[in-house]
């Protein structure tokens, strides 16, 4: 922990703080420069920190308190300092391999889930994606199928092979949901629900987590290490788009997230080109985007007919448009050294 002081601190106030910091048992260091002095605290508690950040920043002439340990560690690059591949049933992801998940935002019906899975198996998808429980932004929206979409989903496993990537969104679903799903997701409302994330953790099942669209990077990362606290190293983490002043797309996709967290982290980064434009004929491009910048996978919405979707029809693609993204795909993939 650093804490700065302010440019007008008196010999007297730094005396100050050395006297606090011996009072609990900290060494120091005190740096003196032209304009200001800075002390460095030795031996603060790691879980401690918080708390005394806080407690010196209001000493006087005191400016700022500066943890210097991150506050997420189990999944930080300090624990794996290599990339780590997470399993979504028999599907990698990270290493080394891109991952597409691709399917419905919800499941509206048995048939349409199996002709969705089908259709983005035979194209090169490796999981299949589809909401029962749907977070939607007005109550009167479709608020999907609860536990019959689950049954749709095991349908299309069932037919296809491909593995299910489904969402949570509170706990009393969990438990139905990880019967049933290869990988849970938490959608980006419920980033920062921390119950749900700490239940989730518990079931050491793969989650994906999608960052919250008013979330910075670093809550993103605390939100992961809630899920890897309580048991779980299995995470993928999602980057959705996040909203900004621009309206020309839904969101707007964070790529620079992509290359932050895999500086932070080892978890495999996936990108979701679709909720971050929320114009179908946008996705491929931003899809590619996301690969070039070192996306280890894409999630995609597909919809067999997006003019019928129940949710997020505008920015679903066919069939026919997501095998031909899938092409670019692997030409990009390859051309920055990973496989599809
Ligand atoms: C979804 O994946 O359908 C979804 C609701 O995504 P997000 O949580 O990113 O909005
Ligand atoms: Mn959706």
């Excluded at 290359?259 to 971050?276: G, I, K, N």
């Excluded at 899809?287 to 505008?314: K, N, T, Y």
Aim: proline residues 6%; aromatic residues 4%; charged residues 25%.
């Amino acid at each position: 922990m650093i804490i700065i002081m302010r440019s007008d601190s008196t010999e007297k106030d730094i005396e100050g703080v050395v006297e606090r910091l011996d009072e609990r048992g900290y060494g120091h260091h005190i740096s003196r420069g032209e304009q200001r002095t800075i002390i460095g605290a030795i031996g603060a508690p790691e879980g401690e920190k918080d708390v005394i950040a806080g407690q010196f920043l209001v000493l006087p002439g005191v400016e700022r308190v500066v943890p210097i340990l991150k506050s997420y560690k189990l999944i930080s690059r300090e624990h794996h300092p290599r990339p780590q591949p997470v399993m979504i049933g028999r599907a990698q992801v990270g290493g080394g391999r891109m991952a597409v998940i691709a399917g419905p935002c919800s499941v509206e019906s048995r048939e349409q889930m199996v002709q969705t899975a089908r259709a983005v198996k035979e194209a090169g998808a490796v999981a299949l994606r589809g909401g029962a429980y749907k977070p939607r932004t007005s109550p009167y929206s479709f608020q999907g199928l609860g536990a019959e979409g689950l049954e749709h989903l095991v349908a299309a496993r069932d037919e296809t092979g491909l593995p299910i990537v489904t969402e949570v969104m509170d706990v009393r679903q969990l438990e139905g949901v990880a019967d049933v799903a290869d990988c849970i997701q938490i959608g980006a409302r419920n980033m920062q629900n921390y119950d749900l994330l700490k239940e989730a953790g518990r079931l050491r099942k793969p989650i994906m987590l999608k960052r919250g669209f008013a979330s910075t990077i670093e809550e993103w990362l605390k939100a992961a290490e809630y899920i890897a606290a309580s048991g779980t190293l299995d995470i993928i983490l999602c980057e959705r788009g996040i909203r900004t002043f621009e309206t020309g797309t839904r969101f707007t996709l964070d790529l620079s997230a992509i290359a932050v967290a895999r500086r932070e982290t080892f978890l495999p980064l996936v990108a979701d080109p679709s909720h971050a434009v929320g114009i179908a004929s946008l996705v491929p491009p931003m899809a590619l985007a996301a690969v070039a910048a070192g996306a280890d996978g894409l999630l995609i919405e597909v919809h067999p007919r997006p003019d019928q979707a129940l949710s997020d029809g505008p920015q679903s693609l066919t069939p026919a448009a997501f095998a031909e993204l899938m092409r670019d795909v692997r030409k990009v993939a390859e051309a920055v050294g990973s496989q599809v």
